[in-house]
Structures are given as C-alpha cells and as structure tokens.
C-alpha cells in the first residue's frame, strides 16, 4: 500500500509558476510509474505528464502536448517525492491536480493530446487545487 499527499497547489497568475509536490509513504519501493493527473469541473480526467522510476524505462518522462515545454516532471527518490514544475501558467491549467502512482509496468499512450494509461493507476492521492488567474 502506497499513501500520496500532495501539496504546492495555490493560485497564480496567468504567467507565472507553481511547483506542486507528492510524498509517497508506504511500501514504495516498488514503484515503477509515478504521474500527475487533473481534473477541471465539468471535465474529464486529463493525464498531465508521467515518469517512470523503474525498469529499463527508468528516468523516461512523458508530458501531454499542451502542458509540453511549460511542465517538468521531476523525482527526487531520496525523499520519496515527486514534482511537477509548471511555468507559463495558463488560465485552462485551474483544475485539482492529482498524484498517482503504480507498482508494475504500466503501459501509458497519447490519447487526444493527453496522457492515458492501459490500466489505472493503483495509488492516489487527494489532490491540490491550482487556480491560475488573469
């Protein structure tokens, strides 16, 4: 079992930068695929960028083409966290952010722009509201 707590989200500018974070705790060292998802209200999920942090895909990072140059996925295993810098804020990027992760092989392809893997991911957490305004 793998509990997620994320934290950073807030509200900025259009523009401007926010840097969300996700500590992982539990049996993580299985962990083979971490992402970010969001969801805006009235929307449907949207797959935002992933890494993979084991096998021979380790360090591979994957982004939806809209948040593609803006966002950086990043891992620090250490401490067992994830990022997600985002820059160039836009007003469509408002939506609750989740963090997600899967213990084993997770095939994950583009559908629409965005991210969306074969099968869901195991563990996630709450999420954390990023509100981006004008």
């Known amino acids: 079992q793998v509990e997620l707590v994320e934290s950073g989200g807030g509200s900025a500018q259009a523009g401007g930068s926010l840097r969300l974070s996700c500590v992982a705790s539990g049996d993580t060292a299985s962990t083979y695929v971490m992402a970010w998802f969001r969801q805006a209200p009235g929307k449907e999920r949207e797959g935002v960028a992933a890494?993979?942090?084991?096998?021979?895909?380790?360090?591979?990072?994957l982004y939806a083409d809209p948040v593609k140059d803006r966002f950086t996925i990043s891992r620090d295993n250490a401490k067992n966290a994830l990022y997600l810098q985002m820059t160039s804020l836009k007003l469509e990027d408002t939506a609750m952010y989740y963090c997600?992760?899967?213990?084993?092989?997770?095939?994950?392809?583009?559908?629409?722009?965005?991210?969306?893997?074969?099968?869901?991911?195991?563990?996630w957490g709450h999420g954390t509201q990023v509100t981006v305004s004008s």
């Open positions: 890494i993979y942090i084991g096998g021979r895909r380790s360090g591979r990072t």
């Open positions: 997600a992760a899967h213990p084993a092989y997770l095939e994950i392809h583009y559908a629409d722009s965005w991210l969306q893997s074969g099968t869901d991911f195991a563990y």
